[in-house]
């Protein structure tokens, strides 16, 4: 390694890089190449500054950095600004994704039409594109493969149909991963790890086998890390989890069914609030698969938005929200008068008026004779 002082950026050159790890209070950091400056390394290990710290500026896997003070022998730096985000992700916490890989297994763990509806339906809430990847496509039968294909075809979507075990169906799917930022999200079990050692070797992903007795899959991946494919792009491997949580307003779940949507696109509804469950003038028939889906995912919608309206309470410094994209957000509650807090002075002039008051009843026993004090019984 060269010392700090063997690599001379010119003046005002801005040195800068993509976060792609988050370890406790440290940042790994891809440095961007500067032409005609050769970077002693690729990678800096990185805090972030106490300025950042203190106007709550948080740093996550996939922001663009500016860093402060290399040092290039210890391999450190300092974070010293983050640029704005086109895209932010809270769970899990990942910025400027352009898409969604969404991985699912045909077999082992055999494919559940409604586990994989609530994966479509969170990757929608997000707003980003919904890439759906179905693998192990040598485990199931050429028959079966075509049902798969023609049924999830009319939902609205066009898998990429892949098996980690063969190499030569790779190629389309790294095609859509170019020069992107990928979120891959799925279950447990269902090839993320193996998928992302396939494209990326020197990712050395720890892989587990499915459960014999759940017929699910172990977690492997435990933190959100950013991997750089070979041509052009970066994989955020995140924790997979069996049943995510559908959290958003009533009217905001129909976006996110493509069945949905092409039906509006044709025709519109009476009422613009409507929640296409059988109301007047409804352009959303029921003749398609999942529509049993929606209406369970819009009643718990529905019973979570009664919930939080429900449960609210007025003295509570915080209140509930839940956004279009199904965010929960706490916001600040408008305090009362009576929550206030009592100034100096009117608390003085509180207990001079006291004190006269009880000045005054005293003087006024002290002239009360015997008579007088029975007289009321």
Known sequence: MTSSSAVELPMNAPLRGTVVSVQANYYWVRLEEWTGIPYPVSMLLCTRRA???????????????????????????????????????????????????????????????????????????????????????????????????????????????????????????????????????????????????????KAELRVSAVSGKLGRGRHTTRHVELFELPGGGLLADTPGFNQPDIICAPETLSNCFPEIRDRLQHNACQFTDCLHRGEPGCAVSDDWERYPDYLELLNDCINQTQSVNDSADPDEAFKIKITNEGQVQREPRLQLKKHRRVSRRSRKQSLEDLRYELTDNLKNLDTLDEEDLYSDL
């Open 51 to 201: 300025r950042l710290k203190k106007v709550g500026q948080q740093v996550m896997v996939g922001d663009r950095v500016q860093l402060e003070e290399p040092d290039w022998e210890g391999q450190r730096a300092a974070i010293a600004a983050v640029d704005p985000r086109k895209t932010q992700l809270d769970r899990p916490p990942v910025a400027n994704a352009d898409q969604i890989l969404l991985i699912f297994a045909l077999a082992e763990p055999n494919l559940d039409v409604h586990q994989l509806t609530r994966f479509l339906v969170k990757a929608e809430l997000t707003g980003l594109d919904v890439c759906l990847c179905l693998n192990k496509r040598d485990l199931v039968s050429a028959e079966t493969l075509t049902s798969w294909q023609t049924r999830i075809a009319d939902w609205g979507y066009a898998p990429v149909i892949i098996s980690v075990r063969q190499d030569d169906t790779l190629p389309i799917l790294t095609k859509a991963l170019k020069d992107k930022i990928t979120v891959v999200s799925g279950p447990s079990g269902v090839g993320k790890s193996s998928l992302i050692n396939a494209l990326i070797p």
